[in-house]
């Protein structure tokens, strides 16, 4: 779920960055620091949205840039354990699917993808055995989160699940709601 933050931090402007707007020059240099940054109580930092406040400037002997007291609102995804989430398949693999949903990517290991035995077709697809439903690359999913690891600081893992009801691939959900009627 994407949500927006109120964050505080301090920003070092170099003496070579001094001469520009002191505004647009902090909100540069957070720019670069934050977004991707990834931190478990956080989520990713996506986007910074803007400045509520820089204080005056600290200057600090034997350093020639400028220290400055920021307060900021950045927009952050922060996945949540049994969120829905709709994203798009990217990567198919012998062991499952990637599928991006916001920001991050999630895996549907094979076995959470359908109640049918899942073959792999190929690079390109995942088909069920008795079904033939057919998982490839572009289709558009509908999953739940029931996993997630900020093991890896550089990444956030997703688990993703698409064996519950009015789970799966939008197309096959479609079907189904035909079938109903």
């Not at 707007?21 to 109580?41: A, D, H």
């Not at 997630?148 to 789970?167: C, E, F, H, P, W």
Request: hydrophobic share 40%; net charge positive; no cysteine.
């Amino acid at each position: 779920m994407f949500y927006e933050v109120e964050m505080e931090d301090v920003v070092r402007v170099p003496p070579d960055m001094l001469k520009g707007n002191k505004e647009e020059t902090v909100y540069n240099i957070l720019r670069l620091s934050y977004i991707g940054m990834i931190r478990k109580e956080l989520g990713k930092v996506v986007s910074i949205k803007d400045i509520k406040e820089v204080s005056e400037g600290m200057i600090i002997p034997e350093d020639g840039g400028v220290y400055y007291k920021v307060k900021f609102v950045a927009y952050v995804y922060r996945p949540e354990l049994n969120e829905l989430v709709y994203g798009v398949v990217n990567t198919i693999t012998d062991f499952g699917a990637f599928v991006t949903i916001g920001p991050v990517d999630g895996l549907v290991h094979i076995s959470q993808i359908m109640d049918d035995e899942v073959i792999v077709s190929g690079k390109e697809a995942l088909m069920g055995k008795k079904t033939r439903k057919v998982l490839k690359i572009k289709d558009i999913v509908r999953a739940r989160v029931i996993s997630i690891s900020y093991k890896d600081i550089t990444n956030i893992k997703v688990a993703l699940t698409m064996r519950q009801v009015g789970l799966g691939k939008l197309d096959w959900l479609k079907e189904e709601k035909k079938k109903k009627k």
